[in-house]
């Protein structure tokens, strides 16, 4: 896996180190997530959706959305161990003709409508408070990543969610960025799901390498696009770099590596499972009747 860090350190590789002033680390880093929201938008669906649930209010037809939201996917009520899709009304003025009674209620809600960015409404209002639970999947904003590799030493035990470092390191930035150990007895990596203080964090899946009371480690932003598409953004980086500079052979040849690479993404990650191939095995007869075949004569 590619940190930004060294997304940025491929792309000086890859142009040099820029001498005119017109490109800083941070254009650099800017053009990297400008990359990876066209890498995920292509297959947003499966590898970004996010879900948020709240319980229902009696009478209560508007919902806070979070600070992320740009669209629903999907929107659901859950209860008595059921779950109700609800339909979404098509217009604002649709849902102005359904609301034309607003006392009108009902056990179950059934249609939906998101208001503006940052409402979901439901129709009718339910009748008592606590029936089920409103769910709502949706597409989230790509957040733009700038966490600065942080490398130390750490205790790491197999089957353990809980990382230690007695030198302090840990900060609250750090949540949603990556761990992994660098001195061989790993490899893996791990996201990070939470820090409780200076010297402990909570990764989101348990440790599955080696125990290491001291192992050194690296702590950084990272694409969550699979690590075969990484160099894919440094492409794009590099591409913007001599578009900039009104190089378009080079501007070309980097933007054709960067598109040969998003369409393999696309092509492998658009669906939300992996394909299945037969082949056929050697001997083998096709029979499209699906009786038994009969042996020639004559």
Known sequence: MLTFNKLAARTYDMVGTPNDGGVTQANIAQDINQGLRLFKNAARRYWTRKEVTASLVNAQQDYQLPADFVRATEVKITAGGIVYPLTEVPSEHKWNELNIIPAV?????????IKGFNVVSIWPAPSTSNVGTLSVSYEPRLPDYSLADVTGTASVSNGSQTVTDSSSSFTQSMVNG???????????????ASVADSSHLTLANFYQDQTNASAPYIIGAAPDIPEDYHMGLVYYAAYQFYLKRKDIANANQYLSLFQNLLDQYQETYAAKTTGIVFTKQAGDIYNIFNVPPTGLSG
């Open 178 to 192: 990556w761990f992994s150990v660098t001195d061989g007895t790993g490899g893996n990596w791990y996201q990070i």
């Open 105 to 113: 209620t009902i056990y179950i809600p059934t249609m939906f409508f």
